[in-house]
């Protein structure tokens, strides 16, 4: 058990350019998560994947974001036409499901990736 | 629909003196809470849970919480700060929604401890 791992750990782009984030979740866990988290902010649900199936999306999630799961295991997130208030740090966590019982609902987190736009 | 106030965005202590972070939360429905740690530039670990067993729990690093229902409090405490507990700590209250977790955080407390 390796955790959850998330590349790159930063990104800097320019205004306008598209950006992709991959994350790995803990081998068994089927659920996965992104959160986005800014200055002075706790983490801020984005969207989570159960298998590969995409089950909720915030409405912080605009047009300009797509979170993809094709394989039921990693996921990427991508950011087009990057804008300055998109910098922010992306939290992936990822929990083992079940039948509802909370323990196996814990959500473990990876160390993030930050992106600055400039 | 649930949400997190966290009384105290910067917290000081001296080392060795007791830790008290204030949670207090808001669920229509029972909820479950947790307590995160955030260190720079890393991830959040998480430090206890509550889930509707014992009210006082007991998390890693020697922090403990205790779930105060008449309260809707979920307060984190450690009895003598270490150096190595300043981080961000963030107060968390999830609610099964939909088959999954569905979890609100705080706007987090930055925990300074001082020499």
């Known amino acids: 058990d390796t955790g959850v791992s998330q590349d790159p750990r930063h990104k800097i782009t320019k205004r306008g350019q598209n950006v992709t984030f991959r994350c790995d979740p803990i081998?068994?866990?089927?659920?996965l998560y992104w959160y986005r988290q800014t200055l002075g902010q706790g983490p801020e649900f984005l969207t989570y994947?159960?298998?590969?199936?995409?089950?909720?999306k915030s409405r912080l999630l605009s047009d300009r974001f797509s979170a993809e799961r094709p394989k039921g295991s990693f996921s990427t997130l991508e950011i087009q036409r990057t804008e300055q208030g998109d910098s922010a740090m992306y939290l992936c966590?990822?929990?083992?499901?079940?039948?509802?019982?909370?323990?196996?609902?814990?959500?473990?987190f990876g160390a993030g990736t930050r992106l600055s736009v400039l | 629909a649930q949400s997190v106030t966290q009384l105290g965005s910067h917290v000081s202590v001296s080392e060795g003196a007791l830790v008290l972070l204030r949670c207090n939360y808001s669920?229509?429905?029972?909820?479950?809470l947790f307590w995160y740690v955030q260190y720079p530039n890393q991830g959040l670990q998480l430090l206890l849970k509550?889930?509707?067993?014992?009210?006082l729990v007991k998390g890693i690093n020697g922090f403990e919480a205790e779930f105060k229902k008449s309260e809707t409090s979920f307060h984190l405490t450690k009895p003598s700060a270490h150096m190595s507990d300043a981080a961000e700590y963030f107060c968390?209250?999830?609610?099964?929604?939909?088959?999954?977790?569905?979890?609100?955080f705080g706007t987090g407390t930055k925990l300074q401890v001082i020499p």
């Open positions: 509550y889930t509707s067993a014992a009210t």
């Open positions: 669920s229509s429905v029972p909820p479950y």
């Open positions: 081998s068994e866990h089927n659920r």
């Open positions: 966590a990822s929990s083992s499901g079940g039948t509802g019982k909370m323990g196996k609902n814990i959500q473990y």
């Open positions: 994947f159960q298998n590969e199936a995409q089950l909720e």
């Open positions: 968390a209250v999830s609610v099964i929604s939909g088959g999954y977790q569905k979890v609100t």
